[in-house]
Structure formats: structure tokens, C-alpha cells
């Protein structure tokens, strides 16, 4: 069974500019996370995903930050502009239990750094 | 956001030694979940633990729910090199989000 893919791996951009992350979820995973992750701590939820509902987006910047997950599939996470603060490893998971989901598999998160 | 205790930040241990690791808060969870994470990978689920008091073992490890509920542990008998990475705790109160610790990096001395 294949993971949780996300692309790109790496992503170098200078601030100010715009930059897309893309996760698609283990198949038949209904639950769908974004993390970040800054150098030296723990992953901290940024939005999570019910099928195609955001059911908890608190921890999301919403002036810069946005995400979408069409057709509840794969998702795709927006930051507009960047900026020096946004380099971290920005993490993707999916669970099929539901709300919570303590199964939670992680794909290999993509590393942005903002020049 | 907040982030749990880990102790020890670090460790340098030799091939065979017993590891042990804690993470604390300042909050009840009734979840308490062992991640550990390579370099360039996404955490991987080691333990999971449901119950207070409850000790769970897998292979080599061994975690405990905390009776205060507030915290957990993590053992590593005879360790291995393939055990080196970082630990991260994640605690988790009903169907709330997971609140991950800081990660106690292992690193083992050949």
C-alpha cells in the first residue's frame, strides 16, 4: 500500500513570492492533516480535513495561508507572500478513523526554505 | 502552539544500553502517543496508550501512561543503531488535535 505522498520535496523561494505544497492521502483515508514543522520541535497542526470540510483550520494563518482539498482527495497548501518565518518542513498525514484519528500516517513533508 | 516537555533534549549512548525518555504537561490527556522520525521522513507511530497506568510494550520499547495523566514515558532495551532518530511524544484529549512534545534526539556511539 502506498503512503502518504507529497511533493515537491524541497522548495526554495525568496520572500514575497507565492509557493504550493501537494499531499495525496493514503486511498480511502477520509481524514487529511498539514503540519509544520520548525527546525528543533515537534510538527504542529496547521488545518485538518474531513473529506473535503476543514473541520479545524484555528492554527491556520489565514491572511497568508490557505489550503484545499477537492473532491476529498489530495490537497494542496498555499502561502502568499512568504515570508522568513514560513521556513520549516511542512508535514502531511492521513488517518481513516475520523475526527482525532490517532492512527495517523505521516508522508516525508516538504522542507521550504525562504531566502 | 503549545508543545510538551521531552526530557532529555539529547542523548549519547553507546551500542546496548537502555534508553529512557519522558514527556510531560500541564494538562490532562487521555491519549498518549511515541512517534519516531529519521531524517528527511515523516514521524512513524511506535506506541500508543489509551489508559492510565496502562504499560504497552513493542519489540524493544516500552511505553507507560502516566498516572497523573499528565505525563508518559518511553523505554529502549539494548539498543541498536538503527534506533537512532528523534522521539516525539503527542498527547491527545478526546477528539482534539494532537499536541506533539520538543523530541529527545537519540544518537548512538559506535
Known amino acids: 500500500e502506498a503512503g502518504v505522498v507529497q511533493s515537491p520535496r524541497y522548495k526554495i523561494i525568496e520572500k514575497k513570492q507565492p509557493v504550493a505544497f501537494w499531499c495525496n492521502p493514503i486511498?480511502?483515508?477520509?481524514?487529511l492533516y498539514w503540519y509544520r514543522q520548525n527546525l528543533g520541535q515537534g510538527p504542529e497542526l496547521l488545518i485538518r480535513?474531513?473529506?473535503?470540510?476543514?473541520?479545524?483550520d484555528s492554527q491556520l494563518p489565514k491572511d497568508r495561508f490557505s489550503a484545499e482539498r477537492l473532491k476529498g482527495v489530495d490537497s494542496t497548501l498555499k502561502i502568499q507572500p512568504a515570508e522568513l518565518g514560513d521556513s520549516a518542513v511542512y508535514l502531511c498525514a492521513s488517518s481513516s478513523g475520523g475526527t482525532g484519528g490517532i492512527e495517523q500516517f505521516f508522508g516525508p513533508g516538504t522542507r521550504l526554505t525562504v531566502l | 502552539g503549545q508543545q510538551l516537555n521531552q526530557s532529555p533534549q539529547s542523548m549519547f549512548i553507546q551500542e546496548g544500553e537502555d534508553v529512557s525518555m519522558n514527556c510531560t504537561s500541564s494538562s490532562i490527556f487521555n491519549t498518549w502517543l511515541w512517534y519516531k522520525q529519521e531524517p528527511g521522513e515523516g514521524p512513524v507511530l511506535l506506541i500508543a496508550l489509551y489508559k492510565a497506568g496502562e504499560l504497552t510494550s513493542n519489540g524493544r520499547l516500552t511505553a507507560q501512561f502516566g498516572i497523573t495523566r499528565k505525563d508518559s514515558f518511553l523505554n529502549i532495551s539494548a539498543s541498536i543503531p538503527s534506533d537512532v532518530g528523534i522521539y516525539f511524544c503527542a498527547g491527545q484529549l478526546g477528539l482534539e488535535k494532537l499536541t506533539f512534545g520538543t523530541g529527545t534526539r537519540l544518537t548512538i556511539i559506535p
Open positions: 486511498s480511502g483515508h477520509n481524514t
Open positions: 480535513y474531513e473529506n473535503e470540510e476543514a473541520v479545524d
